[in-house]
């Protein structure tokens, strides 16, 4: 059952991610090996996607694009393992699914919600960062934007992961 697990999430974390999904897809069993290169593509993947929304979304001169560029790169970075601590918790989850007793599926939850704490002060901390360089409604555009698209893809990735028996 673990491994249909973790092949379900892999599979469904892997929608937005074409290099992912096919090297899940050859593999005939999901190794965590297997596991973390798909998670690491995907956020990969994720990133590239948000940027891409942002930038169209989000009218900058090229003066402001010059200044905040640089300043969403060193975002993304801090997010990264906040995204990264995330999906090993999905891992570890998959992993633990068919033994999971109590105390384990309180720990996992208790450490999903400190990392939603951690993405709220993160976006706090560089919503100030952005407003340094940028009017103070686009740095809120682009924090409305980056929220948006991470309540999107929390909404896809847990439509895929079965609740707690």
């Not at 290169?37 to 990133?47: I, N, T, Y």
């Not at 709220?120 to 686009?138: C, I, M, S, Y």
């Not at 682009?142 to 079965?162: C, G």
């Amino acid at each position: 059952m673990r491994t249909a697990l973790a092949s379900l999430v892999v599979v469904g974390l892997i929608g937005v991610s074409a290099t992912a999904w096919q090297q899940a897809r050859q593999a005939s069993t999901v190794s965590p090996g297997d596991i973390e290169s798909a998670l690491k593509a995907l956020r990969s993947d994720l990133q590239a996607s948000r940027a891409d929304i942002i930038a169209k979304n989000v009218a900058l001169t090229s003066e402001q694009a010059a200044k905040f560029w640089p300043v969403f790169e060193k975002y993304q970075k801090e997010q990264n393992a906040i995204m990264d601590a995330q999906m090993k918790g999905i891992q570890q989850y998959a992993e633990k699914y068919d033994s999971l007793d109590d105390a384990s599926a309180l720990s996992l939850m208790k450490a999903h919600l400190d990392r939603d704490r951690r993405m709220v002060t993160l976006r706090e901390t560089w919503l100030g960062e952005f407003q340094k360089v940028l009017p103070a409604k686009l740095a809120v555009r682009v924090i409305q934007i980056d929220r948006r698209i991470s309540l999107a893809h929390q909404v896809e990735f847990s439509s895929q992961i079965p609740l707690v028996q």
